[in-house]
T-cell receptor, first 113, second 114 residues
Framework: GDSVTQTEGLVTLTKGLPVMLNCTYQ??????LFWYVQHLNEAPKLLLK?????KRTEHQGFYATLHKSSSSFHLQKSSVQLSDSALYFC????????????FGLGTRVSVFP | DPKIIQKPKYLVAVTGSEKILICEQY?????MYWYRQSAKKPLEFMFS???????DNQTASSRFQPQSSKKNHLDLQITALKPDDSATYFC?????????????FGPGTRLTVL
């Protein structure tokens, strides 16, 4: 079946530093990849989405590029802020019957002053 | 104004009881979903509906039954509750039945089963 792997469970860093969160996926269908961000006690909110191979997508200072050759969709930001502290989920959707999102385990990002 | 309403926000139930989780969306979307988020597990897809028709069911148990009385409503009935059912249940919706449409999530109902 489809799966999403996020290798980092927790990332801690200082404000102003760059961050990269890893996301790889497995599917036999044509993929749509999403990054969702979930702040404490809030609903997940869409951060980025892409289905285009090798095209960078950006939003709110975050960016990611879908690489179908390596089945990856890593999330990056050049300079993190305190407000970026949250749980980040990579999610996969495919054009099959189900349409439900398959989520990774999530990466918690903690940014310190 | 919130576009996806879930009621209640918090719910405490005893083992063996039955509860209904309410979800209403005011985004004009045609597809709705239920997800579950429990400790140390990823968000898990449970059900998907399109135009009030069940499209997919990924829950193993018949104790979980979605109910759609209107296009913008998708409630979740859970019977014979167990402590393992304790989780936050998120309702979501998307404009239409296609993978390219992003899903918007409601604020969740946090269920605790004692």
């Amino acid at each position: 079946g489809d799966s999403v792997t996020q290798t980092e469970g927790l990332v801690t860093l200082t404000k102003g530093l760059p961050v990269m969160l890893n996301c790889t996926y497995q599917t036999t269908y044509s993929p749509f990849l999403f990054w969702y961000v979930q702040h404490l006690n809030e609903a997940p909110k869409l951060l980025l989405k892409s289905s285009t191979d090798n095209k960078r997508t950006e939003h709110q200072g975050f960016y990611a590029t879908l690489h179908k050759s390596s089945s990856s969709f890593h999330l990056q930001k050049s300079s993190v802020q305190l407000s970026d502290s949250a749980l980040y989920f990579c999610a996969l959707s495919v054009n099959n019957y189900a349409q439900g999102l398959t989520f990774g385990l999530g990466t918690r990002v903690s940014v310190f002053p | 104004d919130p576009k996806i309403i879930q009621k209640p926000k918090y719910l405490v139930a005893v083992t063996g009881s039955e509860k209904i989780l309410i979800c209403e969306q005011y985004l004009g979307h045609n597809a709705m979903y239920w997800y579950r988020q429990s400790a140390k597990k990823p968000l898990e897809f449970m059900f998907s509906y399109s135009y009030q028709k069940l499209m997919d069911n990924q829950t193993a148990s018949s104790r979980f039954q979605p109910q759609s009385s209107k296009k913008n409503h998708l409630d979740l009935q859970i019977t014979a509750l167990k402590p393992d059912d304790s989780a936050t249940y998120f309702c979501a919706s998307s404009q239409d039945w296609d993978s390219s449409y992003e899903q918007y999530f409601g604020p969740g109902t946090r269920l605790t089963v004692l």
